[in-house]
């Protein structure tokens, strides 16, 4: 068993009681590091962050600290924070139990960040179907307003900060940021093309930061203990904190695992922790980032889990969702659902996401039910290659990479489709 | 000016500028379906991609603003693959149905496709198919051949101010329709099948008309109002058959408005007097020109007149009626008519936000320019009144006095004048025509006179060559 380090979230999850402001001050010294941030200027504040090798937590990995400093100083109109807490990617289930267990560490996190940037309002975006999550987000915002830590002159330091829960309406592709500020500006939820940056005209045309819920909850670490130390908790140069880790599939004890980043491999967090494959079967494939992340063989997963390590091996961390799949499971069935999931999320605005992500779907169901053809598979790779890096937003990328890792890596499960006409376990 | 690098040409540009833009200075071009330089970009089609130096992304070339010394290759390998990989996906769905597609010949999708695409299909899917829609009275969707561009969209969002044309549902099945179901609103709307760049958005007007390879193309003004759009009017066998919007940066950009648009068919209706006429019996009827022309100075002879010029008349026309008149209409008064309410140039104003203006003719400004006065009412005396006129002015009230129509007009319109002298719309003359804002613009004739209609200057030269009193005699002897 790999040696623990220091866990900042997890010791917190599954308990009523943590929500409350009473237990946030109590137990985690809370909103004492927005007291300090107050005081501190926000150079210093950014700097802080840039120090704490903090990668986003919402997918694409890029240092917060760097992002903040995009941050224009001075601005014609109003700046904006947004919490990205759509997690709408499939395995992912991290940034849901600190909405839940502990709401004000993330309202911490916000007022901090929106003093950092210079906005005085911030939106929590969560996705539609977290209706119990929003509830009680906004009672914890309901408490920080009581409390004085939300609103006008915050703590009497003259912070002003305001923070609003908005919810999706079920589309995966609202958590692409641009997508996101469409939809929370009232229009279509599509992504816009970029340039120019959120941080240059996001919402309203404001410039804006966005950032994934676990990255704004480490906000608040980092301000009372210090860059360098949450650097530290990571075990690899560029990578800092901890990280939380959501486990699924076949294993045996499926659910959030939280250690420093960069601090055990893939093999070791599915068995070490998440207790090895269900029935002992053997381990068939493993998705190490949620579902867009292109799939590993068992003969891959000696690898770090962390940001740099799997992207050296053409997969990603992600969100830290790692989806594991044992031999009982058709890996065809399983990839034609992978398809089908972003084929049915593209906006439809561009035409490789739109256009390929459903035709390499219909491929994969007539493989996946015997009506596949030779020169499907040579197909699949060339459609996968046509949408890889040329649509507007990421979502291609993520349809693509699957395809083309699970055909090239399984290449032989699925001759076995089209040859025998079915599946061969069915 | 900077400078960047377009396939090994060195290409000047002005910041700002995006590359389909500086290419296209330098002869280059780079395919694209939704950008129009009119409409904001969105980059959305991924047609335009292009390769540069020191990107290892493919980028769009409608978002990207050239830089000092950006190296951009327009025609290179992967670029090629991507331009045909897009064709591909395009073209999936896509009905294939040029042979009876009103856009085939003149269709962004299918000369690109000849361009840039792949002549073998390995498609074996089911395709997408919708049901036609009808959008009210200017336009005809069928979905099937949208290519999902949405210049459709922002047209209507960015220039005609109406949020009407929206996408519903989402990726593979988005369909671009009216927000309600209900039919479009905007009077621009035509602009969206000029700018539509499949057979997607189709003229009802002109479906299944004519193969728009067989049209001879006439760059020309529109008579609508007093901006005096760049129009083109498209003919074949002597016949319109459709009027489209011209690039005009500094009129109407890219745009014109449904009434201008339409406005040609007058000139072929069958309403319309193409022969001269002559009052007989109580009704007007068809006459050689000789006894029309006979009829018409009868009618003035040894009368008060007063001469109405149309402000739809060429300042060509105007001035000719200026320098003839006091020779043919001795003492007769001359003022100008065109819109009711509408009596002199700074009564014109914007009719909306967009491009029409409350003058109704094309020449209102030209006609003040020569000095014509603004018709309010009639002198006081007048027995007899001479029209001159284009086809467009509104005629003003008459109160019954011994008529003469010179130009066009309909049955109706003529029916208590005593001749018609048959002459020229704006389609079948060219002239100048002089905008609210002072701009002098061309007419070009477009097609041959219709029927026995004759220029001005050859209905005046009749006129004076004709003797009245000779001629009411055969006038009456023979009609
Ligand atoms: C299709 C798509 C879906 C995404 N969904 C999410 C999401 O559900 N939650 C999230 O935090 N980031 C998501 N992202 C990433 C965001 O665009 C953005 O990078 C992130 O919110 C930035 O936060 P971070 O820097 O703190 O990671 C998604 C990106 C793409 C392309
Ligand atoms: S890649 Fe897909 S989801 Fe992203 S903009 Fe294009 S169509 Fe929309
Ligand atoms: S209808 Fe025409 S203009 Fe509109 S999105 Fe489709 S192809 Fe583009
Ligand atoms: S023209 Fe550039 S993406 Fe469509």
């Known amino acids: 068993m790999q040696q623990q380090t220091e866990t900042l979230f997890i010791q917190h999850f599954g308990k009523e009681e943590s929500r409350s402001l009473a237990y946030f001050r109590e137990k985690m010294a809370g909103y004492s590091a927005l007291r300090k941030a107050l005081g501190m200027s926000q150079d210093d504040i950014i700097n802080e962050m840039k120090r704490a090798n903090l990668r986003g937590r919402g997918g694409a990995g890029f240092p917060a600290g760097v992002k903040w400093g995009f941050i224009p100083k001075q601005s014609a109109k109003p700046k904006y924070l947004v919490c990205n807490a759509d997690e709408s990617e499939p395995g992912t289930f991290k940034d849901r139990d600190i909405m839940r267990y502990i709401p004000h560490l993330l309202i911490e996190g916000m007022v901090i960040g929106g003093y ?311 | 000016m900077p400078k960047c690098i377009i396939d090994g040409r060195e290409v000047e540009f002005t910041p700002g500028q995006n590359l389909i833009e500086v290419a296209k200075s330098a002869g280059i071009v780079i395919p694209g379906f939704c950008y129009h330089p009119g409409l904001s970009v969105v980059a959305q089609c991924r047609m335009c991609a292009v390769e540069i130096e020191k990107m290892p992304k493919l980028q769009t070339a409608c978002s990207t603003a050239a830089t000092e010394g950006m190296v951009v290759k327009t025609r290179s390998e992967r670029v090629k693959d991507a331009q045909k990989s897009v064709m591909e996906f395009l073209l999936i769905n896509h009905p294939l149905d040029c042979p009876i597609c009103d856009k085939a010949g003149e269709c962004d999708l299918q000369d690109r496709s000849f361009d840039y695409g792949s002549p073998y299909q390995r498609y074996a899917e089911e395709r997408r198919t919708f049901e036609d829609v009808d959008m009210g009275p200017v336009i005809k969707k069928n979905m099937n051949r949208c290519i999902h561009c949405t210049r459709c969209i922002r047209f209507g969002d960015e ?128 006459a050689e020109w000789s006894v029309a022309v006979a009829k018409a100075k009868a009618t003035i002879v040894d009368k008060k007149v007063t001469v109405l010029v149309g402000s739809d008349l060429t300042q060509e026309e105007a001035l000719l009626l200026k320098e003839l008149a006091p020779k043919h209409f001795p003492g007769a008064a001359m003022f100008h008519f065109g819109t009711p309410g509408i009596t002199a140039g700074q009564h014109d104003a914007p009719a909306d936000k967009i491009l029409k203006r409350t003058s109704k003719t094309s020449n209102l400004h030209g006609l003040e320019q020569l000095g014509f006065e603004g018709l309010v009412t009639l002198p006081r005396g007048t027995e007899a009144v001479v029209v001159f006129r284009g086809g467009r002015a509104t005629l003003p009230d008459l109160g019954g006095l011994a008529t003469v129509g010179v130009g066009v007009f309909t049955a109706a319109e003529a029916e208590a004048f005593q001749a018609v002298l048959p002459g020229l719309t704006f389609t079948e003359k060219s002239g100048t025509i002089v905008n609210f804002e002072g701009r002098e613009q061309q007419l070009k004739r477009v097609i041959l006179p219709l029927g026995q209609a004759k220029p001005l200057a050859e209905i005046l030269t009749m006129w004076a060559n004709v003797g009245a009193a000779a001629v009411v005699a055969r006038a009456g002897a023979k009609v």
């Open chain 1, 116 to 426: 950092a940037i210079g906005a005085k309002v911030g939106y929590i975006y969560i996705r539609g179907e977290y209706t119990r999550e929003a509830k009680l987000l906004n009672q914890a915002i309901s408490e920080a307003y009581d409390a004085g830590l939300l609103g006008k002159n915050i703590l009497g330091l003259g912070h002003d900060f305001d923070l609003t829960v908005h919810r999706g309406a079920g589309a995966y592709i609202c958590g692409e940021e641009t997508a996101l500020l469409s939809s929370l500006e009232g229009k279509r939820g599509e992504p816009r093309v970029k340039p120019p940056f959120p941080a240059q005209a996001g919402a309203f045309g404001g410039p804006t930061i966005v950032n994934n819920v676990e990255t704004l909850a480490a906000v608040p670490f980092i301000i009372n203990r210090g860059g360098d130390w949450f650097a530290g908790l990571g075990k690899l140069e560029r990578s800092g904190g901890t990280r939380l880790f959501g486990v699924s599939g076949h294993v045996k004890k499926p659910g959030l695992y939280e250690i420093g980043a960069g601090s055990a491999t893939l093999r070791q967090i599915i068995y070490d922790f998440a207790g090895g494959i269900l029935h002992d079967k053997k381990l068939k494939a493993v998705i190490p980032g949620g579902s867009s992340a292109p799939v590993l063989t068992p003969e891959e997963i000696d690898v770090i889990a962390d940001v740099d390590t799997l992207a050296k091996i053409g997969t990603m961390l992600g969100s830290a969702s790692i989806v594991v799949v044992s031999e009982e499971y058709c890996v065809v069935r399983l990839l034609t659902r992978i398809s089908k999931f972003y084929a049915h999320e593209s906006c439809g605005q561009c035409t490789p996401c739109r256009e390929g992500t459903r035709w390499m779907t219909d491929v994969l169901y007539r493989i996946e039910h015997g009506h596949g053809r030779e020169e499907d598979l040579a197909l699949l790779l060339d459609l996968s290659n046509n949408i890889a890096g040329r649509t507007l937003c990421p979502l291609g990328d993520a349809a693509a990479g699957p395809v083309a890792s699970f055909v090239k890596k399984f290449q032989a499960d699925f001759e076995a489709h089209i040859r025998g006409g079915k599946c061969p376990s069915a």
């Open chain 2, 159 to 286: 220039i005609a101010g109406i949020r009407e044309m929206v996408a519903i549902h989402r990726g593979n099945s988005t369909e671009i329709t009216t927000l309600t179901g209900l039919p479009l609103e905007t009077e621009y709307a035509g602009n969206y099948a000029d700018i539509c760049p499949t057979g997607s958005l189709t003229l009802k007007d002109f479906r299944f008309k004519k193969r728009v390879w067989f049209l001879k193309k006439v760059p020309t003004i529109c008579e609508g109002c007093s901006r005096g759009c760049s129009l083109e009017l498209h003919q074949s066998d002597n016949v319109i058959y459709r009027c489209v919007a011209r690039e005009n940066l500094e009129v109407n950009k890219y745009w014109i408005c449904d009434e201008g648009r339409f406005n040609f068919h007058y000139v072929q209706a069958p309403e319309r007097l193409t022969e001269p006429a002559a009052r007989q019996g109580g009704s007007l009827q068809s």
